[in-house]
């Protein structure tokens, strides 16, 4: 029976087995738990029963699709694989005053690296606890990434104190994230402070480093977000910025491949860093908002609306995980695999996301986002003004013609 299929049934099966395989491969890799594995392998029998009905009974296909998965798990579950030397190796962190950089200073200092944190305040309380808990190592440096003449201080003191040995690492975490709220209703100066520290700050402290990581075949590590992947709900600024950001280190790592370099995106779930955690900060971010907002926006949006935008990031703030494990683990997994990936996915739910995103038609994946991250119960005032006017006039509609199928029947 097998010898009556044609070439081209083959070809289409050979078709079928490799997108089926990466489809496999992508829901493995997603970093879920264990029992999604089991569940993508059911599905991708039926898939591929579904499409493959006239040639092998399911019990078959179930049977290879067990082998692969068992296959794929056994070089999971297996031992890790030997990691680089941390000692002798130099690294250079953005952003130590709090958050990923403070965790991940303190985190490869204590590997034996040779440890580079910038902060903003030298004398401020993530500066002091770093000199505190850290070796003699660590170095600091005073940096704001936004500052061009600082990032090149910085440039010479580590060269200084390099010698003539190259930079490893180097972790582009440093960023901020300027309120929140409707593109409409977010000011210029939110999206221009996202841009010129996550996108203008981390290209301008990459490009002067670059000579160093070249010299050293080392490692670009970059902290960014899903939210330069995905269209999350009320965050266009922050989003946008790290959308650039992206596309940077995509393009970097293709460029940098013939020096040696390897460039990784490091892309976390939601933890508690830096100002997401600080009532009063959003309180003074939410006021500028309302102080610099068009009277007649914040007419037709209405200020209750904004409010609640405001207590649902608060809200969500509140439940991000405090321990900074995951991004930490994948930093050092990116400066020490002998192959790093390309991306991580730092904290639970953050592959599941992308599968959704990836495989999932946009009106699952769009949902997904809306109810994921604000779950806003209040339209705008004009719309709800518009939905009143609306059922209104429908009401008004209904009785005239009420009034007149009474005046009819009487005649």
Not at 235 to 256: C, D, P, Q, V, W
Not at 356 to 379: E, G
Request: net charge positive; aromatic share 8%.
């Amino acid at each position: 029976m097998m010898d009556d299929y044609t070439l081209p049934f083959w070809i289409y099966l050979g078709v079928l087995t490799v997108v089926v395989g990466g489809v496999m491969k992508k829901i493995l890799a997603s970093h879920l738990s264990a029992a999604p594995p089991l569940v993508a392998w059911l599905g991708a029998t039926v898939l591929v029963e579904r499409l493959w009905a006239l040639c092998l009974p399911a019990v078959l296909l179930l049977v290879v699709l067990g082998l692969v998965c068992c296959l794929y798990s056994s070089t999971r579950t297996g031992p890790l694989p030997a990691t680089l030397p941390a000692h002798g190796k130099a690294v250079l962190i953005t952003g130590c005053d709090s958050g990923f950089g403070n965790a991940s200073a303190k985190r490869l200092d204590a590997l034996g690296f040779e440890v580079f944190a910038t902060v903003l305040d030298l004398s401020g309380d993530g500066a002091r606890e770093l000199q505190r808990t850290c070796s003699a190592r660590l170095t600091l440096l005073q940096v704001d990434i936004t500052q061009p003449q600082q990032i090149q201080q910085a440039l010479l003191d580590t060269k200084a104190k390099l010698g003539h040995k190259g930079l490893w690492g180097l972790v582009n975490n440093a960023g901020v994230c300027v309120n929140f709220g409707d593109a409409e209703l977010s000011l210029m100066s939110n999206f221009r402070g996202c841009m010129e520290v996550n996108f203008f700050g981390t290209l301008s402290v990459t490009k002067s480093f670059l000579p160093l990581l070249r010299q050293a075949k080392g490692r670009i590590v970059s902290i960014s977000s899903p939210a330069g992947d995905q269209p999350f709900p009320c965050l266009a600024a922050y989003g946008a910025s790290k959308a650039a950001l992206n596309l940077f280190i995509n393009t970097l790592r293709h460029e940098l491949q013939p020096w040696g370099v390897h460039v990784s995106t490091i892309l976390p779930s939601a933890f508690k860093t830096g100002q997401s955690s600080n009532h009063a900060y959003w309180e003074q971010q939410h006021k500028q908002l309302l102080q610099n907002l068009s009277p007649a926006l914040l007419e037709e949006y209405g200020e209750d609306y904004l409010n609640e935008t405001k207590e649902l990031f608060q809200s969500h703030a509140s439940q991000a995980n405090p321990d900074l494990s995951p991004v930490t683990d994948a930093i050092v997994q990116a400066l020490l695999s002998p192959q790093p990936q390309v991306r991580y996915f730092a904290g639970p739910g953050v592959g599941l996301m992308y599968f959704i995103h990836s495989f999932c038609p946009f009106s699952i994946s769009n949902r997904f986002l809306q109810k994921l991250f604000v779950k806003k119960t209040l339209m705008p005032r004009a719309l709800r003004k518009q939905s009143g006017f609306d059922l209104n006039l429908s009401l008004h509609n209904n009785n005239n013609n009420n009034n007149e199928e009474k005046v009819a029947a009487r005649q």
